[in-house]
T-cell receptor
Framework: KAGVTQTPRYLIKTRGQQVTLSCSPISGHRSVSWYQQTPGQGLQFLFEYFSETQRNKGNFPGRFSGRQFSNSRSEMNVSTLELGDSALYLC?????????????FGPGTRLLVL | EDKVVQSPLSLVVHEGDTVTLNCSYEVTNFRSLLWYKQEKKAPTFLFMLTSSGIEKKSGRLSSILDKKELSSILNITATQTGDSAIYLCALGGGSQGNLIFGKGTKLSVKP
């Protein structure tokens, strides 16, 4: 079974731009969660999607948004980029519940904001 | 406020040593505690614990949850250089209904 894939793997943007990251979950998985990982804050939960609906949301500003498609693929968008948005963005999928089952992580997208 | 605290933050040992990593938590609506290993990019799943006092084992790794003490430990015996990684503890549940991660313990195993 193919694992979680994320594209692109690396991205360089400038302040004020916007960016869209993509995540394809493991086949059959319907829950997709997004995390931001930085050296200072560690892994922080952004949001979770299940069956095309946002089910949970972390404490991030409205510039961070996402969506999920009918095939469970998910996209995350960050508008008006700030230097502090530089981070590794990880996507994880599970069958139905993010904390009652194992979450499988993708390799991440490394975003650098200049 | 939900939080997960891991200790120590970093640890250097020699091959063959036994290590114990700690995870303590304060979280509303506890559902599960998970351990992950992160070597380069993607965290990989190690254990999920939901019941207190039941040890989970996988080879040289084992973990146990103590709900009374609100903590868990991850033990690694006969460490190898390949065990060098960041070990993450995560709580399932909480006010956000998702995983809350600790900052991790960076383990370095010297030959």
């Amino acid at each position: 079974k193919a694992g979680v894939t994320q594209t692109p793997r690396y991205l360089i943007k400038t302040r004020g731009q916007q960016v869209t990251l993509s995540c394809s979950p493991i086949s059959g998985h319907r829950s997709v969660s997004w995390y931001q990982q930085t050296p200072g804050q560690g892994l922080q939960f952004l949001f979770e999607y299940f069956s095309e609906t946002q089910r949970n949301k972390g404490n991030f500003p409205g510039r961070f948004s996402g969506r999920q498609f009918s095939n469970s693929r998910s996209e995350m968008n960050v508008s008006t980029l700030e230097l502090g948005d530089s981070a590794l963005y990880l996507c994880a999928s599970s069958l139905a519940s993010a904390y009652q089952e194992t979450q499988y992580f993708g390799p991440g997208t490394r975003l650098l904001v200049l | 406020e939900d939080k997960v605290v891991q200790s120590p933050l970093s640890l250097v040992v020699h091959e063959g040593d036994t290590v114990t990593l700690n995870c303590s938590y304060e979280v509303t609506n506890f559902r599960s505690l998970l351990w992950y290993k992160q070597e380069k990019k993607a965290p990989t799943f190690l254990f999920m614990l939901t019941s207190s006092g039941i040890e989970k084992k996988s080879g040289r790794l084992s973990s146990i949850l103590d709900k009374k003490e609100l903590s868990s430990i991850l033990n690694i015996t006969a460490t190898q250089t390949g065990d060098s990684a960041i070990y993450l503890c995560a709580l399932g549940g909480g006010s956000q209904g998702n995983l809350i991660f600790g900052k991790g313990t960076k383990l370095s195993v010297k030959p």
